[in-house]
């Protein structure tokens, strides 16, 4: 084993500072994956290599060497370095190629940052978000979020209170926590009212409240406030009165306005182009496509139209998210139009990563497999798995989703008595 004591005989100035050096360290051997077991072996003890991490002690020539070769970095790869402050680390990070490659740096870096650096915390604890969101972690986005929300309100500043609460409140809503979604949203709303904030930060808050707002089944209030996001928005170019009118369909839909959705939703496919935003225009046909199989009646043709739109952006732009949702809406186009096997297929398809939907996407899967039960004369089993998710749906407050299963349920051929 090398000798882990500090080799006195060699110049100071050879010896890589602490605690750069273990910062280093880390994150070299988190970048790769490695355990602390796993970079040392039988070579070192991992309590030394932790010692070495966290700074209290010193490296030996020898055992740089050794470390460097078990990592795969040239030998002089721990050169004093001037420790980088937490503004720089955000930098590279918020411009490099694979954002995700920061995380460890941007962790260590905000374990180690002082009150003084709250505008580059936050802006750290933003970056942590979307990467979260991006992989749809879920869990670990809702919780850096809640951090970004509690430092907002110590900075003060009422762009970046309203900020993370909607961003919040989205994360929420995704989780299908809708009561906490609607809370967190009527707050940055109530922000947005109260301080001046550029006009796109009060329209998004307004998005994210009515589409909350619509899953509660507080129906006048969305529409009251989809008014208002289109008044916002009339005279603004960009996406956002795009969305506006996506947004604005969606209410008139769940208010049984069909005829006015699918007009809305006619101006909005008409008013983005796929130069504009790809991504948000891939991610209006599918919405469109969903809106279209939620009709009465069904505009089951014009849904297939948007699903053939959307593939080709999928395949060049989609994420695993958006892979999953057209998979979903294909099974329910395949529903209604009476092809079972096809419906049935696609099921299967969602079964390994359907994590990955929305905890309404999850439902609505759930749904149709159900529906695919009682069609081929399964009621017994299919009533009594639609009854326990319309009360997971009540549950979770998404009032319309539940409402929607009751009626699959209402609906049933010959149900069994209660």
Known sequence: MPDQRPDHGRAESAVPDQPAFGRQLRALRQQRGLSQAELVGTALSTAYLSRLESGQRPPTAKVLKLLAERLGVPADAFAVAPPQGLGEIVAKAASAPRPDDAVPALRQALAEATAADAGSRWHALWLLAEIHTRR??????????????????????PELRVRARNRLALCHRSLGEIPAAYAVAQQALALADEQPVPADDAARTLLTLISVEAELGRLPDARAHADDL???????????????LWTAATVRIRQGDDAAALELLHQALHRLDSHDDLVLWLRLRLAAASLCLQMTPRQVEEAAARL????PAVALVGTPLHNQEFLLLSAQLAYQRGRDEAAEAACAGLAPTEHLLTFRDRVRLHLLRNQLLLRRGESATALANLRDLARQAHEAANIDLAAEIWRTIAEAPHQPAS
């Open 136 to 157: 749809l972690e879920r869990a670990e986005a809702l919780a850096v979020l809640h951090r970004l929300v509690t430092l907002g309100d110590d900075i003060g500043d």
């Open 230 to 244: 289109r008044a916002l928005t009339a005279d603004r170019t960009g996406t956002l009165p795009v969305e506006a």
């Open 308 to 311: 053939d739109e959307a593939h």
